[in-house]
Structure formats: structure tokens, C-alpha cells
């Protein structure tokens, strides 16, 4: 089966449409100032059209992306995953993100619900497990329906939510805070959901955890990240 290719009836070079989504999801910026830098770099082309760009190619490569790193974990032993939710006002109302995130700090799933009960819980757990198998350890907070979800599933004797333990989960919100300030908040459930799942495929794949390795060994990762990125969507 031939391949499609995704960029056949564009005018714009692959090149360009990548670096712009690339700008956009990864680094706290508006469409205007993604614009602005194109243009700064000999690229003229307008908000509107990063926008279309981002909407038909970001869940493109956040799938590539997912696809190639779920291929790559299926043959490791998953040690221990760490689960937290946090509140995400859209049009004055409270939507729940939950986030699982391994030993690592890299997030594995991103999960917009309306509730924070036992259901909502099940089906984000249901859906981790099914991409990523089952981890020996599952460490949340105190929120009680972790403990039913868990119980359903069989799964309550790796279930941990002593205090301090979940600080990993916690601190993975932060790029996503600073990227919903930039964005000064989100229209629709549907949105924040597109968005949190390609925002966490593209932060896994550039977050190479500097402070763990050499700088000589951090520019290769960098730069190897970088050949990826601009081989997503290629013929």
C-alpha cells in the first residue's frame, strides 16, 4: 500500500509548516509571535495560516510521535507511574485534566473529563493501561477514586498516595500552566483535549532532561531530537 503523503497540495515547503507547529506547541507562544518569527526568518505568511497549519498537522505528528515511543516502551518493564489532576476553568466552568507520567517525568496520557469520580478515574486508567501495559507501581494523591478505579481493576496492591510521593506528576504540569497563560485559556473541552495530548507528545520528545547528562551528550540528543522532527510526515 502506497503511502500518502500528507504535504502533496501544499505550496509551502515541509520544512516551514514543521518549524512553525514546532514553535507554536512546544515554546509559550501566540499565533502572532510565531508569525512574527517567520517573518523575522524571511517567511511571510500569516496567524491564520499557522493556526490551519497547526490544526491539520499537529495531531499528525503527536500521533507519529506516540506511536514510535508506545512501540519502543511495550518491551520495557514498566517500574512505576505516577497519576494527579488538576482544574482547567473553560467559559467559567471546571473541567479535570488527568495526567499519568512515568519514573522518568515523561507524560504517557493526557485525559479531559467533567467529573473527578470513580468513572472518569477507570476510563483514564483503562486507557493508559491498554497503550502502555501495567507498571508494578502506581503512586496518586489522596483523591479517593484512585482507590475505587483501582480496586475494580485488580490493581489496588500497587497503588501507593503516601505524602510527597506524587511531586513528579505534580511538577508536570508546569509547561502545560505556562502554555494555557500564553493561550489565555481554552474555548472548549474538545480543544483542551486536542491540545494537551499533542503538547505532551512534542514536550516527551525535546525534553532531554539536561541536568542528567554532559553537555556533549545533551547536544547530540538535541540535535538527534531535531532529525526526528523533521522527518515526521516525510513520504
Known amino acids: 500500500m502506497t503511502k500518502l503523503r500528507p504535504f502533496r497540495y501544499f505550496k509551502t515547503s515541509p520544512e516551514i509548516i514543521r518549524l512553525a507547529v514546532m514553535l ?10 510565531v508569525e512574527d518569527l517567520l517573518h523575522e526568518r524571511g517567511i511571510d505568511v500569516s496567524h491564520e495560516t499557522i493556526r490551519f497549519w497547526w490544526n491539520r498537522f499537529g495531531p499528525m505528528f503527536a500521533a507519529e510521535l506516540r506511536r514510535r515511543r508506545a512501540k519502543r516502551m511495550r518491551f520495557l518493564p514498566q517500574w512505576q507511574w505516577h497519576l494527579d489532576e488538576v482544574f482547567v476553568k473553560i467559559n467559567g ?7 499519568a507520567v512515568d519514573h522518568e517525568g515523561e507524560v504517557l496520557e493526557a485525559f479531559v473529563s467533567k467529573r473527578r469520580d470513580r468513572k472518569a478515574a477507570l476510563k483514564f486508567l483503562r486507557k493508559t493501561m491498554k497503550r502502555f501495559g501495567r507498571p508494578k507501581v502506581i503512586v496518586t494523591d489522596k483523591l479517593r ?12 496492591e500497587s497503588h501507593e498516595n503516601s505524602r510527597w510521593l506524587n511531586n513528579r506528576a505534580e511538577n508536570s504540569h508546569q509547561p502545560f500552566r505556562r502554555r494555557e497563560r500564553a493561550m489565555l485559556r481554552f474555548r472548549q473541552m474538545k480543544s483542551l483535549q486536542k491540545f494537551v495530548a499533542i503538547h505532551s507528545s512534542v514536550h516527551n520528545h525535546f525534553n532531554k532532561e539536561r541536568h542528567l547528562y554532559t553537555r556533549c551528550n545533551f547536544k547530540h540528543n538535541r540535535a538527534t531530537a531535531l532529525a526526528e522532527w523533521r522527518q515526521l510526515g516525510a513520504a
Open 24 to 33: 507554536y506547541v512546544r515554546f509559550p507562544l501566540s499565533l502572532r509571535n
Open 93 to 99: 466552568e471546571t473541567f479535570y485534566l488527568w495526567r
Open 145 to 156: 477514586s484512585y482507590g475505587a478505579a483501582m480496586n475494580e481493576l485488580g490493581n489496588a
